[in-house]
Nanobody, 123 residues
């Protein structure tokens, strides 16, 4: 099985910054698009930013200017840098990846999700 492991969440003062990271583990061999989503209390999960294997980035309108998505194809990691945090950024942040892995001995195209990392902005 393939798992996405997020890290970097926590409690941060308003106006501060944080950097989330995500790395896959398990039996996989190719990562395609990667993305970060978030889900605030009482809200639906929403896309924050995505990045293709070649580095093309897309951002939600609310994320433009304060959020930066990046990936390291050598280390197979994706990061989300967030600056100028506000209470509205409080949410569980999820890593998402389209990848090829091995399931039950067969190559499979997978869309995988991490367990999420909680980000709480303090005022």
């Amino acid at each position: 099985q393939v798992q996405l492991m997020e890290s970097g969440g926590g409690s941060v003062q308003a106006g501060g910054s944080l950097r989330l990271s995500c790395v896959p583990s398990g039996d996989w061999f190719s990562i395609l698009d990667m993305a970060w989503y978030r889900q605030a209390p009482g809200n639906q999960r929403e896309l924050v930013a995505s990045i293709t294997e070649s580095g093309t980035r897309k951002y939600a309108d609310f994320a433009k200017g304060r959020f930066t998505i990046s990936r390291n194809n050598t280390r197979n990691t994706v990061h989300l840098q967030v600056n100028g945090l506000t209470p509205e950024d409080t949410a569980v942040y999820y890593c998402n990846a389209d990848l090829w892995g091995v399931v039950d001995g067969r190559d499979r195209y997978l869309e995988d999700w991490g367990q999420g990392t909680l980000v709480t902005i303090l005022t």
